[in-house]
């Protein structure tokens, strides 16, 4: 199932658009606490995405509003619905614990513009236009800060609500969607005014935050998104709080984190991202627990914990984070079948959390069988799909002095030389996702 029929398509046109820009790093130069931030960051490893919007009423994802091409006044009677009396900030964040989750990024607006915090900038707001009457993010945000985890704030820069978000753009103008807007608009004041005039509420009203999660701008490749002065502020208002752009390109000066959506870095099998890596940022991915970003009522492909798991483990050894998606529902509550599923994985977590926290990506390279990760002078390798006895390594640097079972401690039998390391792995007592093996190595 598709969360939108625009996506793949036209995305991997722009991103092959976008592939031919070099990389540009050089202009911008990060306080010292962003490059700490950055640090945390890549040591968080696991982080909660939250898509939820007045759109989860209709229970058939975030491009709904796109999907069945309605109006703008259409639209507009949906927020009336929205009131998520059962919405708990305190169980939404013990949640993201409980699953081993460091940080969490949720939808502060989606392509449908609607601002799920009190602004001042706009009446399309969750305080002004629901019953609800009330800001949630602000509610999370003091929840977070008080069971001390990372808040970030997801940003739609596309905006199909806006008249000023003019000229429109691929997803308005290549499926001929007319949703009512007049044809014409101030493009300058949707960025100088609204955008940013919002941005700095976020980064004024919710103590500190981890960043901005910026998505949308694919949908406008050509037009001019005044992005120094967008990121110039942001920096300005919290120097820590890191800029992750879901551009689908190669990082772009003021940006502090390169994400991928629905892949690892480097691939593209879902269509959205560029294939080009930076080695300058931290990295992280993207995915959602069943195939929506938005509540959906009628997507039921979950993946198990145990999928989810091999996904950790592959992002964290590709020295990546893995930012894993729920949609809530319109009441305020999360679905059974995530909580099920992320209780399990922070079982997991809390058994082998050692080999994922605080790692980076591992000397040997990711490959079928499976991938590692380091941290000082350790080195774990995650066997995931290997049936046999003996698993061969390429070389290592430094003298492995002793290799043993992530869980039972169990010593493993090695060699090494200068063709690589050669483990004989224990016969299997249970059926496990991820055999951790731990090198411990001598330092050169
Ligand atoms: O269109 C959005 C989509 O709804 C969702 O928010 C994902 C999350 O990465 N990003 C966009 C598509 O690139």
Redesign the pocket.
């Known amino acids: 199932m598709k ?2 029929k625009f ?1 793949a398509g036209t ?1 991997l046109l722009l991103t092959s658009l976008f592939a031919s820009l070099a990389p540009a790093q050089s202009a911008y130069q990060p306080a010292a606490e962003n490059l700490k931030a950055r640090q945390e960051f890549q040591d968080a490893k696991f982080g909660m995405f939250i ?1 939820w919007g007045v759109y989860s009423v209709l229970g058939d994802g ?2 709904v509003f796109h999907n069945r091409k309605l109006t703008v006044q259409e639209y507009d009677r949906l927020p009336k619905f929205f009131d998520p009396e059962k919405f708990d900030a305190k169980a939404w964040v013990a949640l993201a614990k409980a699953a081993g989750m460091k940080y969490i990024t949720i939808t502060s607006r ?2 449908d513009g609607f601002a799920m915090f009190d602004s001042k900038v706009s009446d399309w707001n969750i305080v002004q236009r629901t019953p609800y009457g009330k800001d949630p993010l602000k509610m999370l945000a003091d929840e977070a800060h008080r069971q001390g985890i990372k808040l970030f704030f997801y940003y739609s820069q596309l905006d199909w609500h806006n008249p000023d978000y003019y000229p429109r753009g691929a997803t308005e103008t290549e499926g001929g969607w007319h949703n009512g807007r007049p044809d014409h608009g101030d493009w300058n004041a949707y960025l100088d005014d609204y955008m940013d005039g919002q941005l700095r509420e976020l980064l004024t009203n919710y103590g500190p935050i981890g960043g901005i999660w910026f ?1 949308g701008m ?1 949908d406008k490749p050509d037009a001019d998104w005044h992005l120094a002065k967008t990121y110039a502020l942001i920096h300005q208002l919290q120097p820590a709080a890191l800029i992750i752009p ?1 551009h689908h390109r190669a990082p772009l000066p003021g940006e502090d984190v390169q994400t991928f ?1 629905r892949d690892l870095p480097g691939q593209n099998t879902a269509g ?1 991202n560029t294939k080009f890596v930076t080695d300058q940022l931290p990295l992280e991915s ?1 995915n959602t627990l069943n195939d929506s ?1 938005g509540f959906n009522i009628g997507d039921h492909a979950y993946k198990s914990a145990e999928e989810v798991e091999e996904m950790l483990v592959r992002a964290a050894g590709n020295n990546s984070n893995l930012l894993l998606n729920i949609g809530p529902m319109p009441n305020g509550e999360i679905q059974q079948e995530f909580v099920t599923r992320l209780h399990d994985v922070g079982e997991w977590m809390a058994r082998y959390g050692e080999s994922i926290y605080g790692t980076r990506g591992g000397p040997i390279a990711p490959a079928d069988w499976g991938v590692s990760t380091q941290k000082a002078d350790k080195v774990y390798v995650h066997v995931l799909h290997w049936s046999g006895k003996l698993l061969a390594l390429p070389p290592i640097q430094g003298a492995v002095r002793s290799a043993r079972m992530l869980g039972d401690d169990a010593s493993v039998a090695f060699t090494q030389n200068r063709d690589g390391v050669v483990l004989t792995l224990p016969e299997k007592k249970e059926r496990k996702v991820d055999e951790v093996i731990v090198l411990t190595v001598a330092k050169q």
């Open positions: 969360t939108h996506a995305l898509h975030e491009w989606h392509h998505d694919w879901n959506e959205f993207c970003w």
